[in-house]
């Protein structure tokens, strides 16, 4: 893996792909500001070697150009946040580009406008592709967020480097946190997963139970398994069209010597509110007219034995409806252990989905070793794939 520290950046123009695809609110407002944050290092590193950057990345899904997804609209707020005025140019490919670009000098940052103004970004377009590297001498790929797309800023354009190619810091960051799951871990070794539906994450699973010791289901998928183990569900979510998939893995795990865990008992509610009227059940007997969309008490005593005795953790996915305060018991009471497993020495990564957003909501970013930026680039790692923007990297 080449990294900024195998790249002489003296008197270079870096190419760096950023993801500063931040959420806007209507007054065009970003209101979070991680992702900029998070590509800060990168860009520091850069110019403290004496090189200058040219930033590139995606604002939004927009069809052509519109302007309330031009990155002018906060261009003074990135300026802000990487605490260096940030240049702008208001197009991201041809002459002009070209000749801002070139003009840069040393210690200059310049961020050139949406690349999906151009629907030949997204198509991966080769010339596209060459026009952007022309940009600059070197290219620095720091956009983990985009990395599993096939795009021509994210993929492409690093055919046109050969050795003046490497990862970012943040990239680099997001791979190690990945190898020391999947490659590297430290046994006893624990996935979690929990969200909604079993369907949605059957590669995963099957990738994560090669590499596991223990697997924690939780959330809604758990009553898939209810179901095909011959338990009650009430009107708790359910895929009855995979349960022969649910006692397959059963079975897999099983063999493969993985410890499954689920829950003992449940929280459900009369009505898929907040509000509802709550009662607890055994996983097995949930009755008609409750939906479980909570871990329980017993479960989450079960779950913390779990949790504390092992040496590296990945948690994808919440173990309830944790949008409502009053079913979010079983996914923070998991943070909570997760973080002592961490403050005792595991390592413990958050990725892919909504765990980020409840660890984030619980406050509890700052307890776990590491939080992923990238949610369908860090789910497609976890299931094992290659994503091509870091096989491009390392050709
Ligand atoms: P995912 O994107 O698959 O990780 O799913 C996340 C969503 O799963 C969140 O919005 C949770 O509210 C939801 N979820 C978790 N547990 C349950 C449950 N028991 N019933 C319904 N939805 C759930």
Redesign the pocket.
């Known amino acids: 893996m080449r990294t900024l520290k195998d790249i002489n950046f003296k008197n270079q123009r870096a190419i760096v792909r950023v993801d500063f695809n931040v959420p806007l609110n209507e007054d065009l407002q970003v209101t979070d500001t991680t992702r900029v944050k998070a590509a800060k290092p990168t860009i520091d590193y850069i110019l403290s070697k004496g090189g200058s950057c040219v930033l590139l990345s995606h604002l939004g899904r927009p069809n052509g150009f519109e302007q309330s997804l031009s990155f002018q609209n906060i261009i003074d707020k990135i300026s802000e946040i990487l605490e260096h005025k940030v240049l702008f140019c208001k197009t991201c490919i041809g002459p002009e580009a070209e000749s801002k670009a070139a003009s840069l000098l040393s210690g200059q940052v310049l961020l050139m406008e949406n690349l999906r103004f151009n629907q030949e970004e997204t198509k991966g377009d080769l010339l596209f592709s060459k026009g952007l590297s022309k940009l600059g001498t070197i290219f620095v790929n720091d956009a983990f967020g985009t990395a599993h797309r096939a795009h021509a800023s994210t993929t492409i354009i690093a055919n046109f480097f050969q050795n003046n190619k490497c990862f970012g810091s943040l990239l680099e960051k997001e791979v190690m946190a990945i190898e020391k799951v999947m490659n590297d871990g430290i046994s006893p070794i624990l996935a979690i997963l929990?969200?909604?539906?079993v369907s949605?994450?059957i590669t995963i699973i099957e990738s994560l139970i090669e590499k596991v010791n223990h697997l924690i289901i939780?959330?809604?998928?758990?009553?898939t398994f209810t179901k095909a183990l011959g338990g009650k569900v009430g009107n708790?979510?359910c895929e009855p069209d995979y349960c022969n998939y649910a006692l397959d893995l059963i079975d897999k795990a099983k063999k493969k010597n993985v410890s499954l865990h689920f829950p003992v008992d449940?929280v459900a509610g009369n009505t898929?509110s907040n509000n509802a009227k709550q009662k607890i059940f055994d996983v097995m007997e949930i009755e008609n007219g409750w939906?479980?969309?909570?871990a329980g008490p017993e479960s989450i005593k079960k779950f913390h034995e779990v949790i504390i005795k092992c040496k590296t953790i990945l948690w994808?996915?919440?173990?309830?409806?944790?949008?409502?305060p009053n079913?979010s018991a079983g996914?923070i009471a998991a943070g909570k252990s997760i973080a002592e497993a961490t403050i005792n020495g595991s390592f413990s990564l958050v990725g892919?989905?909504?765990?980020v957003a409840a660890v984030k909501k619980f406050k509890m970013d700052n307890d776990m070793s590491y939080i992923s930026t990238g949610g369908g680039a860090m789910l497609e790692s976890l299931e094992g794939k290659i994503l091509p923007g870091i096989a491009s990297l390392n050709k």
């Open positions: 929990g969200g909604a539906k949605t994450k939780g959330g809604g998928m758990v009553y708790s979510i449940v898929f939906e479980a969309m909570d994808n996915g919440p173990l309830g409806v944790f949008e409502f079913f996914t892919g989905g909504d765990s």
